[in-house]
């Protein structure tokens, strides 16, 4: 193989990979989409079936079960990642949390639980705080760099130098 066959090689797995990395927040973002359907269905089922049935006892549990099993913090990731480049503010993740099913308004402070985590993101470079689209309000957004936006990025910085 020539220099240009590695080349094109390259560039076609870059291109690859950066499709699948939009697939997977468009998966991500499903995922999201139906853990609220199904959090919102098992409420709805739990206060009409004044039978309390085996079923719906069953259905409930196995949710509330799968729901305790995911990890506060990943479900934070995913909620600021949905959100994309116009972020969402700190109050707002305590609500998208509950319409995921997962209240933590049982914790002794909710809105530390989620500032803590937040913080944590940030500091890890997961995350940024940003103003919203108006500039009035600060919100947090997923801070993503595909691989050809690194490189376009770094090229604009050398011819600068």
């Known amino acids: 193989m020539t220099r240009n066959d590695y080349r094109a090689a390259l560039v076609k797995a870059l291109n ?11 998966t991500e973002e499903e995922i999201l989409r139906r853990r609220r359907t199904i959090s919102s269905l098992t409420e709805l089922l739990r206060e009409t079936d004044n039978t309390n049935s ?3 006892k069953q ?17 934070i990731r995913k ?20 319409k995921l099913g997962r209240g933590i308004e049982d914790h002794a402070n909710p809105a530390g639980t989620v500032n803590s ?9 997961e995350v940024e705080e ?14 993503e760099i595909d691989f050809w ?3 376009m990025k770094k090229i604009s910085e050398e011819k600068e130098k």
């Open 16 to 26: 690859e990979l950066t499709q699948l990395e939009a697939s997977q927040k468009r």
């Open 54 to 56: 085996a079923v719906t």
């Open 59 to 75: 259905l409930t549990e196995s949710w509330t079960r799968y729901n305790t099993e995911q990890s506060l913090t990943e479900d």
């Open 79 to 98: 909620i600021i990642r949905s959100y994309g480049i116009v972020g969402i503010a700190k109050d707002a993740i305590r609500g998208e949390l509950s």
């Open 117 to 125: 985590i937040v913080k944590r993101l940030i500091e890890k470079g």
């Open 130 to 143: 940003a103003s919203d689209l108006l500039g009035f309000n600060t919100v947090i957004k997923w801070k």
């Open 149 to 151: 936006q690194w490189w």
